[in-house]
């Protein structure tokens, strides 16, 4: 299982939640899988190289990704997902997240919503692969 975690940050370090993600994305992926980690926006090499510590890193860095918006977003997270086989896609459980990820998956974000480990959403735990589905 190849497992993407998008990771968010305020411009200069990884929010906690995001962590949390890559935690259940490394225990999903199990042995047999790996992780990498996303990080979108502008001049984020700091933030990068702090990341890189816990998994891979890709980065999106771009003027027009300075300041997150959704559909922007969404677009690069998606071209991801298809042009690196990415089978589990997680991010920490924050409504940016959940409408990021929505905007590409054909999900909709009302179906999520935040419990504590950040990971479940009204009809049970996700992955995406271009669509949401309840994982078994």
């Not at 968010?8 to 199990?30: I, K, L, M, N, W």
């Not at 997240?97 to 009204?122: E, K, P």
Request: glycine share 6%; hydrophobic share 50%; aromatic share 6%.
């Amino acid at each position: 299982m190849r497992a993407l975690v998008v990771l968010e940050h305020d411009g200069h370090t990884v929010r906690p939640g995001s962590y949390s993600a890559a935690a259940f994305a490394a225990a999903a992926a199990q042995s047999s899988g790996s992780i990498e980690l996303l990080i979108l926006g502008h001049n984020i090499e700091k933030i990068t190289q702090s990341a890189a510590r816990v998994a891979p890193v890709l980065t999106a860095d771009h003027e027009l990704l300075a300041t997150p918006v959704a559909d922007r977003y969404a677009a690069v997270i998606a071209d991801v997902v298809r042009s690196r086989d990415i089978d589990l896609l997680a991010a920490a459980s924050t409504t940016f997240a959940a409408i990021s990820l929505a905007a590409r998956a054909d999900c909709s974000a009302a179906r999520w919503q935040v419990t504590s480990s950040g990971m479940s959403s009204a009809m049970g735990d996700f992955f995406c692969d271009g669509r949401c589905t309840p994982v078994p």
